[in-house]
């Protein structure tokens, strides 16, 4: 969610941590989990932080948001927007302008997937009084709309390392002036002192601490409604030896395998990905 919107082109929705909370309420990231892999709850963990699950510092007491429309609309009410004129949209006074809260979900159109869960969430947000304009975009636009901030709300990926984290690419309040990726614009001089220490711990039980102390500086602001982490296969016929699989993409080097005769050696193997 756009945190620091011009109030022009992006009106003033998301710059309050209660209507981001709200939205992150109005999210059924269970559904959407099950609608994406079908029931197979082995192919994906529901992600709580901007860490992946599986690793050693992702801060595992912090509790998943569930869904739940009357506490969003409580959060709603809370921060000022409520139907004053019976429409069904939420509105409220910002800069003395009424203002719905009305806004435009992007997504990629490189997968059919990606628009069914936007329409999951836009409907669990419309029982609140939210009305959402869904907006499938091409790759280009949609990378140069969200280095410029010109979004409301919009649905991405990440992917990782298995390394331990440096969260200055998407979290330092630099990389959303210089146009980087914070695209939500998160982050203040403590989140960044934070972010410059944990670059430079060498100590991991000190990495790890420092890490989780900013993952609950996240969770409780909320820039984003984190949703899951799928998990990655490789598969290995059975006609190559000497099979090595890494934590790193792709996870396998072709050119370590070696042909074997008789059809004799390795089956199968898996391994799992950070994202």
């Not at 996240?218 to 990655?232: N, T, V």
């Amino acid at each position: 969610m756009n945190e620091k919107p011009d109030g022009v082109n992006h009106k003033k929705l998301f710059d309050d941590e209660k209507v981001r909370r709200a939205m992150a309420y109005l999210t059924p990231v269970d559904n959407i989990i099950r609608f994406v892999y079908k029931n197979y709850a082995n192919q994906c963990k529901r992600v709580v932080t901007n860490v992946s699950p599986i690793k050693k510092e992702a801060d595992r007491e912090l509790v998943p948001i569930p869904l739940d429309i009357e506490k969003a609309k409580q959060l709603l009410d809370e921060a000022g927007w409520k139907d004053s004129d019976g429409d069904g949209v939420r509105d409220k006074i910002i800069d003395g302008e009424k203002v719905q809260l009305s806004f435009t979900f992007q997504f990629l159109n490189t997968a059919g997937d990606w628009k069914e869960m936007a329409a999951m969430a836009a409907d669990e947000m419309g029982k609140a009084g939210v009305k959402v304009n869904l907006l499938a975009l091409d790759l280009k636009i949609f990378v140069e709309k969200a280095r410029n901030h010109d979004f409301d709300m919009m649905m991405g990926v990440w992917g990782g390392s298995s390394q331990s984290e440096d969260f200055t690419q998407l979290w330092h309040t630099g990389s959303w002036i210089s146009k980087g990726s914070n695209y939500s614009g998160f982050g203040n001089a403590q989140s960044d002192a934070l972010i410059d220490s944990i670059k430079f711990t060498t100590d991991e039980s000190k990495h790890n601490v420092l890490s989780r102390q900013l993952q609950k500086m996240i969770y409780d602001d909320q820039p984003y409604i984190f949703l899951y982490a799928s998990l990655r296969r490789n598969v290995i016929h059975k006609r190559f030896g000497n099979a090595e699989l890494f934590s790193e993409r792709p996870g396998i080097l072709l050119n370590t395998l070696k042909l074997l005769s008789g059809n004799k050696g390795i089956a199968m193997s898996d391994g799992d990905s950070p994202y």
